[in-house]
C-alpha cells in the first residue's frame, strides 16, 4: 500500500511539474515580436477591393440571420500576419450575443474564421525596411435585407 500512494505521489508531482516545462516552451516558441502598428501595414495581394471580394465570396451568412434580420452589430476579425505573410491567431470580436440569435451568429464567427484562415498569403508589414509580424484587425460589415 504504501508503494501504491508513493508512486501515485511521484506520478502527480510530475503531471504538476509538466504544465510548466510545457508553458516555457510554448512560451519561447511564441517569443517573436508582434508590432500593432507598423511602418508600412500588411496587404492582402490585389489591395482593399480584392479583399472586399474576397471576404463576400468566402463568408457564409446564416439564413436564421437573414430571416430575423439580424443586426449584426460590429464585427471584427483579429490575426497576426507573420513576416512571411501567413495569417494565423484569428480571433472574431462582436457585440454579446443575445439568445434569440446566438446559434446564428456563433455560424457566422466559425464563417469568418475559416474565411480568413484559408487567406492567401500577404504582403507582410514593415519596419525599417524588413518584413516583421503585425497584429491586423479586420471590420467586417454586413448588411442582412
Not at 62 to 72: A, D, E, F, I, S
Request: glycine share 6%; net charge positive; aromatic share 8%.
Amino acid at each position: 500500500m504504501k508503494r501504491f500512494v508513493f508512486a501515485v505521489l511521484w506520478l502527480s508531482s510530475l503531471v504538476c511539474l509538466l504544465p510548466s516545462i510545457c508553458s516555457e516552451v510554448i512560451a519561447q516558441s511564441r517569443s517573436e515580436k508582434v508590432y500593432t502598428v507598423p511602418e508600412l501595414q500588411p496587404e492582402f495581394p490585389g489591395g482593399k477591393v480584392a479583399l472586399s471580394l474576397y471576404l463576400a465570396e468566402n463568408i457564409k451568412v446564416p439564413g436564421v440571420l437573414v430571416r430575423k434580420n439580424y443586426n449584426t452589430g460590429q464585427v471584427a476579425a483579429k490575426f497576426i500576419v507573420d513576416e512571411l505573410g501567413y495569417v494565423h491567431d484569428v480571433r472574431v470580436v462582436t457585440k454579446p450575443l443575445d439568445k434569440k440569435a446566438r446559434k446564428g451568429m456563433e455560424d457566422f464567427m466559425a464563417s469568418i474564421i475559416t474565411a480568413v484562415e484559408k487567406m492567401p498569403r500577404w504582403e507582410p508589414g514593415e519596419v525599417g525596411g524588413k518584413r516583421v509580424s503585425v497584429f491586423y484587425t479586420l471590420p467586417i460589415e454586413v448588411n442582412v435585407h
